[in-house]
Protein backbone atom coordinates (compact mmCIF):
# COMPACT_ATOMS: atom_id res chain seq x y z
CA UNK A 1 0.00 0.00 0.00
CA UNK A 2 1.29 3.23 -0.99
CA UNK A 3 1.88 5.78 1.83
CA UNK A 4 1.16 9.45 1.68
CA UNK A 5 2.88 11.59 4.13
CA UNK A 6 1.31 15.57 4.35
CA UNK A 7 3.80 17.71 5.72
CA UNK A 8 3.44 19.98 7.71
CA UNK A 9 0.72 18.99 10.14
CA UNK A 10 0.05 22.38 11.15
CA UNK A 11 0.41 25.71 9.27
CA UNK A 12 0.16 28.20 11.40
CA UNK A 13 -0.54 31.89 8.77
CA UNK A 14 -2.38 35.07 8.44
CA UNK A 15 -4.65 35.34 5.69
CA UNK A 16 -2.68 37.19 2.93
CA UNK A 17 0.32 35.12 3.17
CA UNK A 18 1.11 32.38 0.89
CA UNK A 19 0.74 28.73 2.09
CA UNK A 20 2.65 25.67 0.90
CA UNK A 21 1.35 21.86 1.63
CA UNK A 22 3.62 19.27 1.11
CA UNK A 23 2.22 15.27 -0.01
CA UNK A 24 4.90 12.30 -0.61
CA UNK A 25 4.59 9.54 -1.62
CA UNK A 26 6.14 6.05 -0.21
CA UNK A 27 6.10 4.76 -4.23
CA UNK A 28 6.06 6.70 -7.16
CA UNK A 29 2.24 7.97 -8.39
CA UNK A 30 1.39 9.23 -11.43
CA UNK A 31 0.66 12.90 -11.64
CA UNK A 32 -2.96 11.67 -13.23
CA UNK A 33 -4.38 9.89 -9.83
CA UNK A 34 -3.05 13.01 -7.52
CA UNK A 35 -5.76 14.47 -6.23
CA UNK A 36 -6.06 17.58 -3.28
CA UNK A 37 -9.60 17.93 -0.92
CA UNK A 38 -10.39 21.01 1.35
CA UNK A 39 -12.63 20.06 4.72
CA UNK A 40 -13.38 22.30 6.93
CA UNK A 41 -15.42 21.12 10.43
CA UNK A 42 -18.53 19.42 9.85
CA UNK A 43 -18.37 19.14 6.20
CA UNK A 44 -17.63 16.90 3.34
CA UNK A 45 -14.41 16.82 1.13
CA UNK A 46 -14.57 19.40 -1.35
CA UNK A 47 -12.32 18.59 -4.37
CA UNK A 48 -9.45 20.68 -4.90
CA UNK A 49 -7.03 19.82 -7.32
CA UNK A 50 -7.35 16.22 -9.35
CA UNK A 51 -4.36 15.23 -11.81
CA UNK A 52 -1.85 16.96 -9.36
CA UNK A 53 -2.86 20.46 -10.84
CA UNK A 54 -5.72 20.20 -12.46
CA UNK A 55 -8.44 23.00 -10.74
CA UNK A 56 -11.64 21.16 -9.69
CA UNK A 57 -14.69 22.99 -11.03
CA UNK A 58 -15.34 26.38 -9.53
CA UNK A 59 -11.99 26.73 -7.90
CA UNK A 60 -10.06 30.14 -7.65
CA UNK A 61 -6.88 30.39 -9.08
CA UNK A 62 -5.00 31.18 -5.87
CA UNK A 63 -4.86 27.22 -5.39
CA UNK A 64 -2.49 25.35 -7.39
CA UNK A 65 -1.22 21.88 -7.29
CA UNK A 66 2.09 20.69 -8.55
CA UNK A 67 5.23 18.33 -8.49
CA UNK A 68 5.70 14.27 -9.74
CA UNK A 69 6.90 10.67 -8.65
CA UNK A 70 7.08 11.42 -4.98
CA UNK A 71 6.60 14.75 -4.09
CA UNK A 72 3.69 16.95 -4.33
CA UNK A 73 2.77 20.84 -3.63
CA UNK A 74 -0.68 22.30 -3.37
CA UNK A 75 0.38 25.98 -2.75
CA UNK A 76 -2.14 28.77 -1.90
CA UNK A 77 -1.10 32.09 -3.59
CA UNK A 78 -2.96 34.37 -0.72
CA UNK A 79 -5.09 32.97 1.87
CA UNK A 80 -8.15 34.07 2.48
CA UNK A 81 -10.21 33.42 5.32
CA UNK A 82 -12.14 31.21 4.37
CA UNK A 83 -9.12 28.82 2.81
CA UNK A 84 -8.57 28.25 6.80
CA UNK A 85 -8.89 24.47 6.53
CA UNK A 86 -7.29 21.11 6.59
CA UNK A 87 -6.23 19.78 3.43
CA UNK A 88 -5.93 16.26 2.30
CA UNK A 89 -3.89 14.57 -0.91
CA UNK A 90 -5.24 11.29 -2.18
CA UNK A 91 -3.63 8.65 -4.38
CA UNK A 92 -4.48 5.87 -6.59
CA UNK A 93 -2.15 2.95 -7.75
CA UNK A 94 -3.87 -0.11 -6.57
CA UNK A 95 -5.75 1.20 -4.24
CA UNK A 96 -6.69 4.40 -3.25
CA UNK A 97 -5.16 6.19 -0.08
CA UNK A 98 -5.03 9.45 1.93
CA UNK A 99 -2.87 11.37 3.60
CA UNK A 100 -2.96 11.89 7.10
CA UNK A 101 -3.86 16.03 6.44
CA UNK A 102 -2.89 19.15 6.84
CA UNK A 103 -4.52 21.55 9.12
CA UNK A 104 -3.97 25.38 8.03
CA UNK A 105 -5.12 27.85 10.40
CA UNK A 106 -5.07 31.21 11.50
CA UNK A 107 -2.08 33.18 12.70
CA UNK B 1 -27.66 19.26 -9.79
CA UNK B 2 -26.28 15.96 -8.27
CA UNK B 3 -26.49 14.98 -4.78
CA UNK B 4 -25.59 12.27 -2.74
CA UNK B 5 -27.10 10.92 0.47
CA UNK B 6 -25.95 8.91 3.17
CA UNK B 7 -29.27 7.16 5.53
CA UNK B 8 -28.90 4.14 7.96
CA UNK B 9 -28.88 3.80 11.73
CA UNK B 10 -26.66 5.91 13.83
CA UNK B 11 -25.54 3.26 16.39
CA UNK B 12 -24.62 -0.30 15.71
CA UNK B 13 -23.86 -2.53 18.22
CA UNK B 14 -20.21 -4.67 18.11
CA UNK B 15 -20.29 -7.78 16.27
CA UNK B 16 -23.50 -6.67 14.28
CA UNK B 17 -23.72 -5.58 10.48
CA UNK B 18 -23.44 -2.18 9.82
CA UNK B 19 -25.98 -1.05 6.95
CA UNK B 20 -26.15 2.15 4.95
CA UNK B 21 -27.39 3.53 1.87
CA UNK B 22 -26.45 6.47 -0.48
CA UNK B 23 -29.41 7.52 -2.70
CA UNK B 24 -28.20 9.30 -5.83
CA UNK B 25 -29.99 12.48 -7.43
CA UNK B 26 -29.89 14.26 -10.55
CA UNK B 27 -28.08 11.55 -12.47
CA UNK B 28 -27.75 7.87 -12.90
CA UNK B 29 -25.61 5.90 -11.02
CA UNK B 30 -25.43 3.65 -14.24
CA UNK B 31 -23.58 6.23 -15.72
CA UNK B 32 -21.09 4.68 -17.09
CA UNK B 33 -18.20 7.14 -16.73
CA UNK B 34 -18.37 7.02 -13.02
CA UNK B 35 -18.13 4.43 -10.12
CA UNK B 36 -19.95 4.77 -6.71
CA UNK B 37 -17.75 5.12 -3.05
CA UNK B 38 -17.48 4.86 0.23
CA UNK B 39 -15.18 6.81 2.58
CA UNK B 40 -15.15 7.14 6.13
CA UNK B 41 -13.17 9.47 8.62
CA UNK B 42 -13.08 8.24 12.49
CA UNK B 43 -13.53 11.06 14.98
CA UNK B 44 -10.73 13.25 14.45
CA UNK B 45 -8.73 11.96 12.01
CA UNK B 46 -8.31 11.32 8.69
CA UNK B 47 -9.65 9.90 5.33
CA UNK B 48 -10.09 6.01 4.42
CA UNK B 49 -11.18 4.73 1.25
CA UNK B 50 -13.48 1.74 2.06
CA UNK B 51 -14.38 0.68 -1.46
CA UNK B 52 -16.28 1.60 -4.81
CA UNK B 53 -18.98 -0.31 -6.94
CA UNK B 54 -19.40 0.22 -10.69
CA UNK B 55 -23.01 -0.09 -11.95
CA UNK B 56 -22.47 -3.40 -13.22
CA UNK B 57 -21.71 -4.58 -10.02
CA UNK B 58 -18.05 -4.61 -10.28
CA UNK B 59 -16.62 -3.94 -7.04
CA UNK B 60 -13.21 -2.69 -5.36
CA UNK B 61 -12.56 -2.79 -1.99
CA UNK B 62 -9.82 -1.62 0.25
CA UNK B 63 -7.48 -4.50 1.42
CA UNK B 64 -7.65 -3.68 4.46
CA UNK B 65 -11.76 -3.96 4.89
CA UNK B 66 -12.46 -5.91 2.25
CA UNK B 67 -13.04 -9.14 4.44
CA UNK B 68 -15.81 -7.48 6.56
CA UNK B 69 -17.37 -5.10 3.41
CA UNK B 70 -19.92 -5.62 0.73
CA UNK B 71 -21.23 -3.09 -1.88
CA UNK B 72 -24.17 -3.75 -3.90
CA UNK B 73 -26.18 -1.03 -6.10
CA UNK B 74 -30.02 -1.04 -6.87
CA UNK B 75 -30.21 0.77 -10.12
CA UNK B 76 -34.31 0.79 -9.67
CA UNK B 77 -33.93 3.39 -6.43
CA UNK B 78 -30.59 4.36 -7.95
CA UNK B 79 -28.71 3.55 -4.51
CA UNK B 80 -25.53 1.90 -3.78
CA UNK B 81 -25.23 0.41 -0.61
CA UNK B 82 -22.50 -0.17 1.96
CA UNK B 83 -22.87 -3.34 4.45
CA UNK B 84 -20.10 -3.85 7.04
CA UNK B 85 -19.77 -6.72 9.35
CA UNK B 86 -18.58 -7.77 13.11
CA UNK B 87 -17.86 -4.03 13.73
CA UNK B 88 -15.97 -2.86 16.56
CA UNK B 89 -15.76 0.47 18.08
CA UNK B 90 -12.81 1.30 15.53
CA UNK B 91 -15.60 1.20 12.91
CA UNK B 92 -17.50 4.39 14.51
CA UNK B 93 -16.79 7.37 12.17
CA UNK B 94 -18.46 9.47 9.53
CA UNK B 95 -19.43 7.69 6.52
CA UNK B 96 -19.25 9.47 3.30
CA UNK B 97 -20.22 7.95 0.34
CA UNK B 98 -18.91 9.85 -3.31
CA UNK B 99 -19.01 9.74 -7.06
CA UNK B 100 -15.86 8.35 -8.20
CA UNK B 101 -14.22 9.07 -11.27
CA UNK B 102 -11.59 6.26 -12.66
CA UNK B 103 -10.66 7.35 -16.07
CA UNK B 104 -7.53 8.50 -17.01
CA UNK B 105 -7.91 10.89 -14.20
CA UNK B 106 -9.03 9.03 -10.75
CA UNK B 107 -10.56 11.12 -7.85
CA UNK B 108 -13.94 11.58 -6.26
CA UNK B 109 -15.68 14.67 -7.24
CA UNK B 110 -18.75 14.93 -5.88
CA UNK B 111 -19.67 13.99 -2.12
CA UNK B 112 -22.26 13.25 0.29
CA UNK B 113 -22.34 14.98 3.42
CA UNK B 114 -22.25 11.81 5.40
CA UNK B 115 -23.89 10.36 8.19
CA UNK B 116 -22.64 9.18 11.55
CA UNK B 117 -22.56 5.98 12.92
CA UNK B 118 -21.05 4.68 16.12
CA UNK B 119 -20.84 1.41 17.45
CA UNK B 120 -21.39 0.54 20.66
CA UNK B 121 -23.79 -1.41 23.27
Known amino acids: EIVLTQSPGTLSLSPGERATLSCRAS???????LAWYQQKPGQAPRLLIYGASRRATGIPDRFTGSGSGTDFTLTISRLEPEDFAVYYC????????FGQGTKVEIK | QLQLQESGPGLVKPSETLSLTCTVSGDSISSASYHWAWIRQPPGKGLEWIGAIYYSGTTFYNPSLKSRVTLSVDMSKNQVSLRLRSVTAADTAVYFC?????????????WGKGTTVTVSS
Open chain 2, 98 to 110: ARQVAHFYYYLDV
Open chain 1, 27 to 33: QSVSSDY
Open chain 1, 90 to 97: QQYVTSWT
